[in-house]
């Protein structure tokens, strides 16, 4: 146990020496990293590497994602230092997580994003990383699917919670957060049959086979049913995660590019989230975080309260004897 009468820790992010355990630092000084994990571009050698995509380049409506990921990690610093609840233990305790920053593009060339995205994806990948994404556009979901697939050899299944299904259509050549979906399934890097997508509240032309519980039946059925019925849906099959922010209600999550009333309360979110570490987990991003529409960082908050549950989920499945892997 920690001397109480020597000053507390700062800085842990720089000590590349810190690879285990929360850091307990004043939450409003030092590094800003995730979590207050340590920082390390290649990974340093960690099971699990956290980094942030800050895409804000195909918002139909609100612009400011790109700086989401800074605002996670900011708001993250009020969850080290205690026991995460409701797991009742510190991740951190078994489980290597490393902070990579964020991933490097030239917002200028728009076009050169999706490949940018997806090849600093499979530098992670190669190095054994699972990865754990902040964001940021939910476009980035599809180049990472496309690294995540190809390290797998063959397609995953997909739990989605969103607002919009993203399964509009385009010539396959947009940088469009309402279409990667679309993308994704003709491109044979998703399970449809295996795959859903929850807290649903607006309608798309397809589905293309992936089953979708919308909010308000969400609501009807409650956490513990739905997670029964996602983790049925997807079985055995290795499962990408995807948590757009504006699946949670604008109540919960105001600082979003596209929010939609009639969403999940946070609670239901995270009580429903707890319950899907049976999955064969391969990843997972939260995006669309938006911080200029929330002055309060709620919504920020929400998106490192998600993240921090998804490393609760691999923390328990390495004490049942399932390292993560990508």
């Known amino acids: 146990m920690a001397d109480p009468t020597l000053p507390r820790p700062v800085d842990r992010a720089l000590d590349p020496g810190f690879r285990h355990g929360q850091s307990t630092e004043p939450n409003y000084s030092g590094a800003a990293s995730f979590l207050r ?18 895409l804000d380049v195909t918002v139909s409506n609100r612009p400011g994602t790109r700086f989401g990921p800074r605002a996670i990690r900011a708001a993250s610093t009020i969850l080290d230092g205690d026991p995460f609840f409701p797991f009742g233990f510190d991740p ?12 490097v593009f030239d917002y200028g060339l728009p076009a050169g994003i999706p490949p940018a995205i997806a090849a600093q994806a499979r530098a992670h990948y190669a190095r054994g990383c699972h990865l754990v994404t902040l964001g940021g556009d939910h476009f980035l979901t599809y180049p990472i699917l496309q690294a995540l697939t190809e390290r797998l050899g063959g397609p995953v299944a997909l739990v989605q919670f969103d607002a919009h299904q993203d399964t509009w259509d385009d010539a ?22 295996r795959s859903v997508q929850v807290g649903i509240r607006t309608h798309a032309p397809q ?7 919308d909010a308000l039946t969400a609501g009807e059925m409650g956490p513990a049913a739905l997670a029964a019925r996602i983790c049925e849906r997807v079985g055995d099959a290795p499962c990408y995660l995807t948590f ?18 009639a969403g999940l309360s946070t609670r239901e979110a995270v009580s429903c989230l707890r319950r899907l570490g049976t999955l064969n987990l391969k990843g997972f991003d939260v ?5 200029p529409y929330d002055h309060a ?9 998600l993240a ?14 399932v390292a993560p892997a990508p």
Do not use: Q
Request: proline share 6%; with cysteine.
């Open 287 to 291: 995006v669309e975080v938006s911080p």
């Open 207 to 213: 589905s293309y086979g992936i089953e979708i519980i």
């Open 308 to 321: 921090s549950a998804y490393l609760c989920l691999l923390a328990e499945r390495k004490g049942n004897g």
């Open 172 to 193: 396959g050549d947009r940088v469009d957060h309402g279409t990667m979906i679309t993308r994704a399934v003709k491109d044979g890097l998703i399970l449809p049959e």
């Open 92 to 103: 951190f305790a078994a489980l290597d997580v490393a902070d990579a920053g964020d991933c």
């Open 37 to 54: 994990r340590r920082y390390a571009r290649d990974g340093g050698g960690a099971e699990v590497v956290v980094w942030g995509v800050p």
């Open 297 to 305: 960082e709620i919504t920020a908050l929400a998106g490192a309260t």
């Open 244 to 261: 757009d922010i504006d699946a949670l209600d604008p109540a919960f999550a105001p600082g979003t590019g596209t929010p939609v009333c």
